[in-house]
């Protein structure tokens, strides 16, 4: 099974930076659209960064725009999730996802509907 897993996660103060990492297994991230999802307690997942071969530059909700930036490494396999300036509402387990087929665009977003594979998640907290 393609599944991705992540590392990297933790504890964090208000204001400081993390990386997350996703790694794969068996497959070749670069063919694939990579989407980093976190969920909180009595929330639903949703995404925090996507982006695809079509569209590289990525999508980011407004809650995380200009703080989180994805990142490919083609040659060590792997994506990462950088996290600058967290909040406390950064807290969650976050999840990377892939999906061979998912295009991206405008329109679409950046929604858990479109990745297939999924990996177990990594906690973050950020709290003083």
């Known amino acids: 099974q393609m599944q991705p897993v992540e590392s990297g996660g933790g504890l964090a103060q208000p204001g400081e930076s993390l990386t997350l990492t996703c790694e794969a297994s068996g497959f070749t991230l670069e063919n694939f659209a990579i989407g980093w999802f976190r969920q909180a307690p009595g929330k639903e997942r949703e995404g925090v960064g996507c982006?695809?071969?079509?569209?590289?530059?990525?999508y980011y909700p407004d809650s995380v725009k200009g703080r989180f930036t994805i990142s490919k490494d083609n040659l060590r396999n792997v994506v990462y999730l950088r996290m600058s300036s967290l909040k406390p509402e950064d807290t969650g387990r976050y999840y990377c996802?892939?999906?061979?087929?998912?295009?991206?665009?405008?329109?679409?977003?950046?929604?858990?509907?479109?990745?297939?594979?999924w990996g177990q998640g990594i906690q973050v907290t950020v709290s003083t």
């Open positions: 982006i695809t071969n079509k569209y590289n530059s990525g």
């Open positions: 996802a892939t999906d061979p087929n998912f295009l991206g665009g405008p329109d679409y977003g950046c929604s858990p509907v479109y990745f297939s594979w």
